[in-house]
Each structure stands twice: as structure tokens, then as C-alpha cells.
Nanobody, 119 residues
Framework: VQLVESGGGLVQPGGSLRLSCAAS????????MSWYRQTPGKEHELVAI????????NYADSVKGRFTISRDNAKNTVYLQMNSLKPEDTAVYYC?????????????WGQGTQVTVSS
């Protein structure tokens, strides 16, 4: 099983980045896919989620209206389009896959990609 993030980097405030997470080794379409972020000394923060059933999405209040999560089940890839970036968006962003199978949790994490918002 692999989740490989890409697309992070250094961007100026107000700029945009698009993160990608390519999945392999599991049935991608049946998993809820999320993006989390973490800064030093803090817990993982849920940024956005795309559910497997119905394809609904939800966002942290701090990113609503600026970030968009999407998924392409044919390509086994989930994306995070980040616009109007702020310095406080600086973090390592992680891709996360979750599915419950008969009460058993199956989940996977990517290795993370650094996003730095700075002038």
C-alpha cells in the first residue's frame, strides 16, 4: 500500500498550490480520502475530506472557501487545490485513507509534503 503526496513547496501569501496524492495497493474508490496537516508541536489537523459514498466533501472552518478537495477514482488520486494561501497554512500536509470493514478500521497515511507560505 502506498500514498504518495506531491505538489508542496514555497509560495507567497495569496498564492496557490495543488497537492496530489497517488494511491496504490488498495481499492481507492471505497475509501474516504482526507487531507490533514501538522505543524511542529501540534496534533494533526483535519483539513478536508472526500467520502467514498456519495462523494460529499467537508472542510475545516479555517480553509472553507479557499481549499477544494477532489478525487479521481479512475486515477486513484486525490487532490487539494489551495488558493489564497496564508502564512498560517504552512505545515506538512498528509494524505489519509480510511475505510471501515465489518467494524475493522483500515487506514493508511502518506509520507507528507511540506507547504510553506512566506514572502
Amino acid at each position: 500500500v502506498q500514498l504518495v503526496e506531491s505538489g508542496g513547496g514555497l509560495v507567497q501569501p495569496g498564492g496557490s498550490l495543488r497537492l496530489s496524492c497517488a494511491a496504490s495497493g488498495f481499492t481507492f474508490s471505497m475509501y474516504d480520502m482526507s487531507w490533514y496537516r501538522q505543524t511542529p508541536g501540534k496534533e494533526h489537523e483535519l483539513v478536508a475530506i472526500s467520502t467514498s459514498v456519495g462523494g460529499s466533501t467537508n472542510y475545516a472552518d479555517s480553509v472553507k472557501g479557499r481549499f477544494t478537495i477532489s478525487r479521481d477514482n479512475a486515477k486513484n488520486t486525490v487532490y487539494l487545490q489551495m488558493n489564497s494561501l496564508k502564512p498560517e497554512d504552512t505545515a506538512v500536509y498528509y494524505c489519509y485513507a480510511l475505510r471501515w470493514i465489518f467494524g475493522v478500521r483500515r487506514d493508511y497515511w502518506g509520507q507528507g509534503t511540506q507547504v510553506t507560505v512566506s514572502s
